[in-house]
């Protein structure tokens, strides 16, 4: 199994990224998929959850911010990410949850002028 996230990189406050985790050697679309993230000293945490029904769901802190999607012919889910805060500066975990849970390694976003 693997979990191949990518889309990371240094953007300005206000701008906006769009991450991807595309996925390999599971049913895709029998796993709901989320993202997650751990700042510099800080616990990981939950940022967006999409279903196996495309039912989605969202942290407030990113909450009219964020938007979480998935292609399963594609077997990938995205992150669109736009009015980025510095806050929102963290390394970014995508994961596939089903009968198991499956992480993958992570890309970093910096929000920063």
């Known amino acids: 199994v693997q979990l191949q996230a990518s889309g990371g990189g240094l953007v300005q406050p206000g701008g906006s990224l769009r991450l991807s985790c595309a996925a390999s050697?599971?049913?895709?679309?029998?796993?709901?998929l989320s993202w997650h993230r751990q700042a510099p000293g800080k616990q990981r945490e939950w940022v967006a959850t999409?279903?196996?029904?495309?039912?989605?769901n969202y942290a407030d802190s990113v909450k009219g911010r964020f938007a979480i999607s998935r292609n399963n012919a594609k077997n990938t889910v995205y992150l669109q990410m736009n009015s980025l805060k510095p806050e929102d500066t963290a390394v970014y975990y995508c994961?596939?949850?089903?009968?198991?849970?499956?992480w993958g390694q992570g890309t970093q976003v910096t929000v920063s002028s």
């Open positions: 994961s596939a949850h089903g009968l198991d849970s499956y």
């Open positions: 050697g599971i049913i895709f679309s029998l796993n709901n």
């Open positions: 999409v279903t196996t029904a495309y039912s989605t």
